[in-house]
């Protein structure tokens, strides 16, 4: 199983967008795909129509086993399913805080589902904290949407610094350009710069575009919905380097 | 966690009652249709079915599906030329591998052509979210010739993780309508409606007997089901479809002459000896056949196993070796349709059809469970003695007589497994399976040094490559001689594994009781 998180500090940047579009492409490639969402806002069960059981919550979700394989639950689409989140998830801090391995209580669990599927998406609240440290360590690839202005290659860059401190090994990191706008020459020029001074970043490119942004109202992956649109498009190229990523360049800091 | 469940929809006019009853419960959502035409493909013995596999072909191309999937999981165009499919001719990939893996060295064969309806839906929850996946599969076969059309129609419910409510109620309003899961699917079900089986073939001797059975009837019964077997390998032996039948067929007829020997008192002296060379010759004329093939089956492993530099001799040999085999095959041809061969089958069949093939001597009446006791402990004590006396210094020929003994110590234990409660027997049989292995490789290594040595006398006289291939040929049979020696170096653990008291023990308990 290979892990990756749809990672940024920043909120409202189109992680959960990409998570559920390139989760629902997996699986079409016919991959066993699970997207876990541990967003207490629940965005992406959301957008697959999905509750979580009324008896789930944060303590059963970091004790692991049973309490997640019964949870798990099947998106309309075959191959994908789904962990749904919790309000109570917003205290998922404070939770693995009184845990001893609170570092790496993530891996820990999803090491128990590792034969049943072939990838694992993480779709992760912003900010950062001690689910995010958890989230960096469990992945073996972590996705960080940019939106193309100075002020988030900024916070792109404080990624970097932390993750040094916390020593996580930072070459797993591929940023990607989100919600960009080709008629704005800022968009432009901050997408050239970075891509010159990063050879992590991938050359995908997702557009800002108002299908995507409508995915809220017809709640489905717009790579299901408008399988043949721009946008779609666009995350099927984004999945296409993902998956070449997963095949060979796939670098795990710990064993 | 539920699985895919599959109900048989013998009328289809019930479809209409179905679907009322399923909108009067859930929120149903068309899915895709599709209709496809297909012949479906497997091996004799149903490799590929029986791993819950279906490969069909549609025009030239080839698709790999697994059951209760609509997706192609691999697909492929194999090339044409050979008379009958197999793994080789497709292309590097994974349709191959999975076809080899299924069945290395059997022929790839169409079973039925039909047209398949594909309808499906989603049942769907609260928020218009799916809950269980159907699908209507439907088939037309048996068009072709202006035949009345052969229908058949099967509903897949597939479960939706998390969902296991609605997916128990979807099978209680179907229950309520009579329906009930099965197991079959779309290929079964068409080949059903057919009057035709899949998957029912096996190579291995499952016959029911009951412990107080008279002897007479037991073996009867075992007989006629080795027949069965041989009637059913004969017409694929014949075409030379590929080598297995072959193969099975003379399995069969080894099993027959080994069930004859437990026929004393049972049946006449003169009804054994005639049957048992009646079997005897059916073995005798196809040994050249199978020796040959089992050669060329080999190849790979013979090729790796002696240095480059011999290669274009060993290459040379083989292509004797095919000559020789298709030369072979012709001869068994002949015979087989000779008056002769004829007359064995045909007579062998009518004496099992007979009441005297349930045996007129004085043991034929007694229960079966005495004799299958009595033999099997003679022949396990009897092989016991056998190894046991084996030192390193023994003769090869010792290693060969506990090797025939063990085989029919096998048999006897396959013909009863029945008789004996739980899996005794197959428990008793795995024990054995080791040993066995190591005397046949060891004997099996033995014969074929010699055959490569009467391969040589296929060469031709003056031919440009006989000198390569008798360096070719001395290559291997040293390397054969060295592996038949690793062999025996073996034998004494398994052996003593074979003698010890875990198989004692299991021995003890089957054979104990009257
Ligand atoms: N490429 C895009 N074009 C237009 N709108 C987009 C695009 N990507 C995302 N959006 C919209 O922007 C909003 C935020 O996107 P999304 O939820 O994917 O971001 P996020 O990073 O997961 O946010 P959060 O940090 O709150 O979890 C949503 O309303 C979404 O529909
Ligand atoms: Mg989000």
Redesign the interface.
């Given at each position: 199983m290979i892990t990756i998180a749809l990672y940024s500090m920043k909120g409202g940047v189109g992680k959960t967008a990409a998570a559920v579009n390139l989760a629902h492409l997996a699986s079409s490639d016919?991959f066993r795909t699970l997207i876990c969402d541990l967003d207490p806002q629940g965005a992406s069960s959301w957008y697959?129509?999905?509750?979580a059981?009324k008896n789930f919550n944060s303590s059963k979700f970091i004790k692991g086993g049973r309490g997640i394989d019964e949870?798990?639950?099947?998106?309309?689409y075959?191959g994908l399913?789904l962990l749904p989140s919790k309000l109570s998830f917003r205290n998922l801090d404070l939770a693995l805080d009184d845990l001893k391995k609170s570092k790496t209580r993530l891996r820990k669990i999803f090491s128990e589902v590792s034969d049943e599927y072939d990838y694992l998406f993480l779709d992760c609240p912003p900010g950062i904290s001690l689910v995010s440290e958890n989230v960096l360590d469990a992945a073996d690839i972590v996705l960080v949407p940019l939106v193309p202005t100075p002020l988030s290659v900024l916070t792109f860059e404080k990624l970097g610094s932390f993750m040094d401190k916390k020593e996580f090994d930072a070459a797993k990191v591929y940023p990607f350009f989100s919600m960009a706008e080709r008629r704005k020459s800022l968009h432009v020029e901050t997408m050239e710069r970075l891509s010159s001074e990063n050879r992590n970043v991938l050359a995908s490119v997702i557009p800002y575009r108002s299908e995507i942004e409508r995915m809220g109202v017809y709640?489905e992956p717009i790579t299901a919905h408008m399988p043949g649109s721009f946008s779609a498009k666009a995350y099927s190229a984004l999945w296409a380097e993902v998956k070449d990523l997963a095949a060979g360049n796939v670098r795990k800091p710990h064993g | 966690m539920h699985k895919t469940e599959y109900y048989s929809i013998s009328d289809p006019a019930r479809l209409d009652e179905i679907k009322a009853a399923l909108e009067g419960a859930f929120a149903v959502s068309p899915g895709e249709a599709s209709t496809v035409k297909e012949t479906y493909y497997d091996t004799f013995d149903s490799a590929l079915y029986k791993s819950g596999r279906f490969l069909t072909r549609r025009a030239r191309r080839f698709h790999l599906r697994e059951k209760g999937r609509e997706a192609a999981s691999a697909g492929a165009a194999p090339r044409t030329g050979s008379a009958y499919l197999t793994w080789a001719d497709f292309p590097e990939g994974r349709l191959r591998d999975v076809l080899r893996e299924a069945g290395e060295i059997r022929a790839i064969l169409p079973l039925v052509t039909i047209t398949r309806h594909t309808r499906s839906w989603a049942l769907l929850g609260a928020e218009e979210k799916t809950v269980v996946r159907l699908r209507l599969v439907e088939s037309v076969s048996g068009e072709e010739n202006d035949a009345a059309p052969i229908r058949a129609a099967i509903l897949e419910a597939e479960p939706v993780r998390g969902y296991g409510a609605e997916f128990e109620k979807l099978a209680e309003i179907l229950s309520g309508l009579g329906l009930e899961p099965g197991e079959d699917d779309i290929l079964s079900a068409s080949l059903k409606a057919r009057g035709e089986t899949i998957g029912t073939y096996s190579s291995r001797v499952s016959v029911s007997l009951d412990p107080g059975m008279p002897s007479g009837k037991a073996i009867r019964k075992i007989l006629k089901a080795l027949l069965e077997t041989m009637k059913k390998n004969e017409d694929g032996m014949l075409r030379d479809i590929d080598t297995e039948f072959l193969h099975d067929f003379r399995v069969s007829v080894r099993r027959s002459r080994s069930a004859l020997t437990l026929t004393r008192d049972i049946y006449t002296e003169e009804e054994r000896e005639r049957w048992k060379d009646a079997l005897r010759t059916l073995g005798r004329m196809t040994n050249r056949l199978r020796d040959l093939d089992i050669y060329l089956l080999g190849k790979e492993k013979y090729a790796a196993m002696v240095p480059p530099s011999l290669q274009p001799g060993l290459e040379a040999l083989f292509a004797l070796i095919a000559d020789e085999r298709e030369r072979a095959f012709r001869e068994f041809r002949a015979f087989a349709g000779s008056d002769e061969y004829r007359r064995i089958l045909l007579s062998w069949g009518a004496f099992l059809d007979s009441p005297a093939s349930s045996g007129t001597g004085g043991r034929a009446g007694k229960p079966v469970i005495k004799l299958a006791r009595k033999r099997i402990r003679k022949r396990y004590e009897s092989a016991l003695a056998l190894g046991g006396a084996i030192t390193d210094d023994s003769p090869d020929s010792d290693l060969h007589t506990l090797r025939i003994e063990c085989k029919k110590l096998r048999y006897y234990l396959e013909f009863f497994e029945s008789l004996f409660p739980g899996d005794e027997a197959r428990r008793a049989i795995k024990q054995l399976k080791s040993l066995q292995d190591n005397l046949g490789d060891f004997n099996d290594l033995h014969v074929q040094q010699g055959s490569v040595h009467g391969f040589l006398s296929l060469v031709p006289a003056g031919s440009p490559s006989e000198r390569d291939i008798v360096e070719a040929a001395g290559g291997l049979i040293s390397c054969l001689y060295s592996r038949q020696e690793e062999r025996r170096a073996e034998f004494a653990s398994r052996f003593e594994e074979f003698s010890g008291p875990e198989t004692k023990d299991l021995f003890d308990k089957m054979l104990s009781g009257n």
């Open positions: 016919g697959f129509r999905i509750r059981g949870n798990i639950k099947g998106t309309d075959p399913d709640r | -």
